[in-house]
């Protein structure tokens, strides 16, 4: 076992785990459509083709050379979308749909709302344009896309309109980074089953549901969850029945990397085959952290206190499985009083973005309270060298309530 008695910077932290999670990422190659949503594209994209492919009609109206306009035009034959590009014969007005390629020769798209008849089944039509600049209303070839352009950069998350856009660009699939496969385990003797009877000193194990959810938000697949007792050797045991059983990339563990007597990972660090890594973290909730490996597994410790797991999950966890970046606003502070940080330490606080567009505490900085957390809908980030906040102090928020 090794131990880092120093504050690790959190991006030194957030670096490791990154890296130890980049190590298990497998490539699959999923149809566009609901089933990418979310996912973490696995390589650079370049679009198939022009977008659109050619010029077409933004209106429904009438095709025209500039220097045939001012008196009565013939009306040729109608271009609808979908229809090849045809030759535009000079002299005449043709009646192009939305979305129709441009007839060659033309050079602008009179609206049918610009005639004077505002019917395309006419022997002819009498235009009065408002603008008669080439290239009006018509949507030139490639005007949104070229054929070779990146379209979706590796690690970007597949959204409903990037999506669109491969496909407009003519791709029917794209590589996507699969799931980690994870195995969420809460240690403690204390912690027993939701729904089940408490008994005296007991706990209900709030991590491995709220983990669990965490995880899964940020791309995981969480294949299995467990409770280990404080006994030497009850959480490895554990873990690897566990293994067994399941096809797992990642352990991801709460509680046990403190410094008290009974602690399951920090005793489990001398196990053989366990190398973990116990360090302390510059950041408050969540300062106890534990990175390594059970055999061939990796492992990430995260610490007990419901807080501090779920928060570790949000700073360290989110980011290395390959979920979309957290919107992050700089707001002015609401608050009745100063609230104090320690400077050595990155904190981060429970809010909520008011109406008025400040952001208020909820709840004070201790690591247990859930409540606060689960009526917040952002973190204040309070970065190293602050000591205090104050009202109307513009503050770094994280939005984590709008999924």
């Known amino acids: 076992m090794t131990e880092t008695t120093p504050r690790l910077p959190l991006r030194d932290h957030q670096e490791d785990v990154a890296a130890l999670v980049a190590g298990l990422r497998r490539v699959e190659t999923v149809p566009l459509g609901a089933g990418a949503v979310g996912r973490c594209s696995a390589v650079d994209v370049r679009s198939r083709v022009d977008v659109p492919a050619l010029a077409n009609s933004q209106m429904d109206g009438f095709a025209v050379r500039r220097e045939d306009l001012g008196g009565p035009l013939p009306v040729g034959e109608p271009a609808p979308a979908g229809a090849a590009p045809r030759e535009h014969r000079p002299g005449t007005a043709t009646p192009v749909m939305t979305g129709a390629p441009l007839p060659r020769g033309a050079q602008l798209v009179v609206p049918i709302e610009e005639s004077a008849e505002g019917r395309f089944d006419l022997p002819t039509v009498t235009l009065h344009p408002t603008d008669t600049t080439p290239g009006r209303y018509v949507r030139p070839a490639g005007s949104d896309t070229h054929a070779g352009d990146l379209v979706l950069r590796e690690g970007e998350t597949l959204t409903p309109a990037r999506i669109a856009h491969l496909a407009a660009c003519g791709l029917p699939e794209v590589p996507v980074l699969e799931p980690v496969r994870v ?6 003797r204390e912690l027993t089953a939701p729904g089940s009877t408490l008994p005296p000193g007991g706990a209900y194990d709030a991590n491995g549901p709220g983990l669990a959810a965490a995880l899964t938000r940020a791309g995981a697949d969480v294949v299995a969850t467990l409770r280990a007792g404080d006994a030497p050797g009850e959480l490895v045991a554990a873990l690897r029945r566990a293994l067994a059983d399941h ?9 046990g990397v403190s410094a008290g007597a009974y602690e399951p990972v920090r005793l489990a660090a ?24 059970l055999d061939d597994t990796a492992w990430v410790a995260l610490p007990g206190n419901p807080v501090s797991a ?3 999950a949000e700073v360290l966890l989110r980011p290395a499985l390959g979920a979309a970046p957290r919107r992050v606003l700089q707001l002015p502070l609401s608050t009745e009083e100063p609230a104090d940080s320690p400077p050595a330490l990155e904190q981060y606080r429970r809010a909520r973005v008011l109406p008025t567009g400040r952001v208020r505490l909820v709840g004070g900085p201790g690591s247990h309270l859930l409540g606060a957390m689960a009526q917040s809908d952002a973190l204040v980030r309070i970065p190293v060298g602050t000591a205090r906040v104050h009202d109307g102090d513009t503050v770094d928020t994280i939005l984590i309530g709008d999924e």
């Open 247 to 255: 096809a797992v990339d990642l352990i991801v563990t709460s509680g």
């Open 270 to 293: 001398d196990d053989p085959g366990v190398r973990m890594s116990l360090v302390r973290v510059a950041m408050q909730p969540g300062g106890p952290q534990g990175i390594g490996r």
């Open 183 to 188: 195995l969420v385990a809460s240690t403690g």
């Open 310 to 312: 779920l928060l570790s």
